[in-house]
């Protein structure tokens, strides 16, 4: 069963100066938290490239798994989406907005809509566990500086 976990917080700066910093060759890195066990271990071109891809290893204690997420939509300035290609989830579609309020100030809006793996097996045992741990990543990267 299809999810879908929505984060919206109004930024201190202009829509396009948020999607600038989201931009960046290293801004996943930089938006990652420091107590996710995820580095990025390749990347092909950058997002407003469709078909751009990146590379993340995930680490779960002893166990590793590769997350591979393409960019498949992009409005500089306005919105970008990537989607896993292969990873954790059975499905993986992440839509990150960038919707201006004045000259100083805008809305960033995280969008994902997910499957857990498993069927209803994995609905019912990791339903609560990924909600928690998407509020808690996006809260923090909401909060990182621009």
């Known amino acids: 069963m299809t999810q879908t976990f929505i984060y919206r917080s109004k930024m201190p700066a202009p829509a396009d100066a948020v999607y600038r910093f989201h931009a960046e ?11 996710e066990k995820a580095r990025v271990v390749s990347r092909t071109g950058e997002i407003e490239q469709l078909g751009s891809r990146v590379t ?3 680490s779960l204690g002893p166990l590793s798994k590769n997350w591979v ?8 300035g306005k919105m970008f989406r990537d989607e896993m ?18 000259a100083t100030s805008s809305w960033l809006e995280d969008q994902v809509e997910y499957e857990l793996p498993l069927g209803w097996l994995g609905g019912s045992f990791g339903r609560g566990y990924t909600r928690r741990r ?3 990543m996006f809260a923090w990267r909401h909060k990182s500086d621009f």
């Open 56 to 58: 993340l290893r995930l």
């Open 85 to 102: 290609v292969s990873g954790p989830f059975h499905k993986w579609k992440h839509r990150h907005r960038f919707l201006p309020e004045s």
């Open 134 to 136: 998407l509020q808690r």
């Open 25 to 35: 060759p290293d801004a996943l890195e930089r938006l990652t938290p420091p107590w």
């Open 69 to 76: 997420a393409e960019h498949t939509a992009c409005e500089p």
